[in-house]
């Protein structure tokens, strides 16, 4: 089955740092660039990094940048994202995404999600 | 930054009903429509990709969901809501990032 599954989240407190990480199955992760969206409780979906196919470049929300870091090991067919700094507002469901670059650069797979939360 | 609107924000519709979300960019761009996408998200889910392109059903996706392009305005129609509809759906663009969502239509059951 094709798949991604997202791991590392959990209760962190503000400044504190967390690496999430997506794992593909069923498909070489290699061959696309991928993202995080995040979803604070009862919002809406938030855009937060890319990464490309071969992991040398990458671009960040604004609300992240300098504070996150988006990377990729395609031996291991994993993308991680890095997290230091974290604040309340980080608070959210992180997903890992799968992106269609020849339609439309559509978000056509996506992991369950994994709960990230900042709080003392 | 792009900036996608939607509305209304919420629906009530019954089963059988057509069911019509509109989703606006807040700059006009002539090939936008290249890279609009439309996803339904149910609680406690990831989002699913209905169409992409404006227009394109993802695979697997039922044909009573339907999406087009009218003067800047952008268009998600469902024909004959099923139960399994209810949900909240999302509009996307990708043509630049951050790669914007609008803030969801939510459906459901009157």
């Known amino acids: 089955e094709v798949q991604l599954v997202e791991s590392g989240g959990g209760l962190v407190k503000p400044g504190g740092s967390l690496r999430l990480s997506c794992a593909a199955s069923g498909y070489s992760l290699g061959g696309y660039w991928m993202h995080w969206v995040r979803q604070a409780p009862g919002k809406g979906l938030l855009w937060v990094a890319r990464i490309t196919s071969d992991g040398s470049r990458t671009w960040y929300a604004d609300s992240v940048n300098g504070r996150f870091t988006i990377s990729r090991d395609n031996a291991r067919n994993t993308v991680y994202l890095q997290m230091n700094s974290l604040r309340a507002e980080d608070t959210a469901v992180y997903f890992c995404v799968r992106v269609q670059a020849q339609r439309g650069r559509s978000f056509d797979l996506w992991g369950q999600g994994t709960v990230v939360t900042v709080s003392s | 930054d792009i900036q996608m609107t939607q509305s209304p924000s919420s629906l009530s519709a019954s089963v059988g009903d057509r069911v019509t979300i509109t989703c606006r960019a807040s700059?006009?761009?002539?090939?936008?429509?290249?890279?609009l996408n439309w996803y339904q998200q149910k609680p406690g889910k990831a989002p699913n990709l209905l169409i992409y392109?404006?227009?394109n059903l993802e695979s697997g996706v039922p044909s009573r969901f339907s999406g087009s392009e009218s003067e800047s305005d952008f268009t998600l129609t469902i024909d004959n809501l099923q139960p399994e509809d209810f949900a909240t759906y999302y509009c996307q663009q990708t043509y630049t990032t951050p790669f914007t969502f609008g803030p969801g239509t939510k459906v459901d059951i009157k």
């Open positions: 392109g404006t227009s």
């Open positions: 700059q006009t761009i002539p090939t936008l429509g290249i890279n």
